[in-house]
């Protein structure tokens, strides 16, 4: 059973425009994750949201940028996107922040720069 | 191994073989996760296990942990075709308010009829 949802599945752009991806998680989790996993299937972890406090902000380009409203919802947006950027971009929650805490993905949005 | 290695490994077997796939890690975990990635979907969890538990069970999987070489593996039994995936396993990178949960490159896995 689905309980985060991440919109799009699929987008297509090119160098140099902005795009936004939208998460929403229905599990009541405090915190939210945001993931890249290139085509080696390789993840890594970009942010981290507790409550809507950033509190992990991996090394990645300024043009990414997280976006809260709520602890439910966690938005991407990237200002200028590049070709390095076609990835799936993967939102996860979490209840709690901490080791041992299960994460639960949603099915990702393949972005692919032309 | 799912450290140090440039490309997602892959492992094909027979539907009814066991299989095991290694993970060690380069520093200090509290827990190690494990997650099968169907395709076009997230990873899910399927197995967790702590620092202070060397083996743990869960229907067809067995995951072990062993602290003192820092290397987790992952068992399945009598594979079945829908165990096809990719797993990886996860790992915490120091504790406190610093914790993030790292994943290794990944194994994926393909049971044939």
């Known amino acids: 059973e689905t309980a985060v949802f991440q919109t799009p599945n699929y987008h297509v752009t090119q160098v140099g425009n902005e795009v936004s991806f939208n998460c929403k998680q229905t599990l009541g989790h405090d915190t939210m994750y945001w993931y890249k996993q290139d085509s080696k299937k390789l993840l890594k972890i970009m942010f981290s949201y507790n409550n809507k406090q950033l509190i992990v902000n991996e090394t990645v380009p300024r043009r990414f940028s997280p976006q809260s409203s709520d602890k439910a919802h966690l938005n991407l947006r990237i200002k200028s996107v590049e070709p390095e950027d076609s990835a799936v971009y993967l939102c996860a929650s979490s209840c709690y922040w901490g080791s041992a805490e299960t994460l639960y993905f949603g099915s990702g949005t393949r972005l692919t720069v032309l | 191994s799912q450290w140090g290695e440039e490309n997602l490994q892959a492992l094909s077997i027979q539907e009814g073989e066991d299989v095991t796939m290694n993970c060690s890690y380069k520093t200090y975990t509290t827990v190690v996760h494990w997650y099968r990635q169907d395709s076009g979907r997230g990873p899910a969890l399927i197995i967790l296990i702590r620092s202070n538990e060397r083996e743990k069970r869960s229907g067809r999987l067995r995951a072990t942990l062993d602290t003192s070489s820092q290397s987790s593996s992952l068992s399945i039994t009598a594979a079945q075709c829908e165990d096809t995936a990719v797993y990886f396993c996860?790992?915490?990178?120091?504790?406190?308010?610093?914790?993030?949960?790292?994943f290794g490159k990944g194994t994926l896995l393909t049971v044939t009829p």
């Open positions: 996860a790992t915490d990178c120091s504790g406190g308010s610093n914790y993030k949960l790292t």
